[in-house]
């Protein structure tokens, strides 16, 4: 059997590894550039599915409908559809949800579930959060779905879409009603690698926060200053 992942997270990479080890039967493909994801590519290797973990590119219509395309979403869905699903659930102050496996299609994280696994992130800043996600992906979902022969079923309830986050509203104050957890949550929910982090404008210096710890209603963290 071929398997395509496709992905360009250091984490999801480390975790196909032990993958790998435990499916030796297997030949797993590994995709990192939006450039591999082409037709010709894949028809080589006719590959059985195609997973996607933290994949940010779009998925051609001509390889979703042609293979088994399973791509892997933070949030109870149909709710938290979109961009930014960590971030948009910590801000709302949800610190649990589920991580669904999906069929991709035309409708953006509207596919059909194959399955839900939950998952809790009330403390970890984003970066480890992302990393725990990684490994229920590799080390419980993936397997259950190549050794088990699931049919998807599709999304019930009411839909509700998240807007991808932009830079400019990791700033702190952009926050409402502020208090010292709300403004814990912020900073550790964009505290991960390649996101713009939690910050503070005054004039031409930029404050920027990270490693946040809350304990005894006071936050500890580390702050980097400089001249935008």
């Known amino acids: 059997m071929n398997v395509i992942i496709a992905t360009h997270k250091e984490h999801d ?18 995709i990192t550039q939006k450039s ?18 933290h994949w940010s590119f779009f998925i051609p219509k001509n390889i979703y409908n042609n293979y088994e395309c399973i791509v892997f979403h ?43 696994y939950k998952v809790k992130f009330s403390k970890l800043k984003a970066q480890a959060i992302y990393e725990k996600i990684s490994k229920i992906i590799y080390t419980k979902m993936i397997p259950i779905i190549l050794t088990s022969n699931i049919c998807p079923k599709k999304q019930k309830g009411k839909v509700v879409i998240f807007k991808r986050r932009t830079p400019q509203e990791s700033d702190i104050n ?19 690698k390649d996101y713009p982090k939690a910050f503070l404008q005054i004039q031409n210096i930029k404050i920027e926060f990270s490693n946040a710890k809350l304990k005894n209603n006071t936050i500890q963290a580390k702050v980097e200053i400089y001249e935008k």
């Open 36 to 53: 591999q994801l082409n037709i010709d590519f894949i028809e080589k290797i006719n590959p059985k599915y195609i997973f996607f973990s």
């Open 174 to 192: 952009t926050l409402k009603n502020i208090d010292i957890t709300k403004i814990y949550d912020f900073i550790r929910m964009l505290d991960a």
């Open 74 to 116: 933070l949030g109870n869905l149909p709710f938290g559809r979109g961009g930014s699903p960590l971030q948009n659930l910590i801000i709302r102050g949800i610190y649990e949800s589920k991580i669904c496996a999906l069929k991709v299609n035309e409708i953006l994280d509207g596919g059909d579930i194959y399955l839900r």
């Open 13 to 30: 990479i480390q975790n196909l590894y032990l993958l790998k080890q435990n499916f030796q039967n297997i030949t797993f493909h590994l």
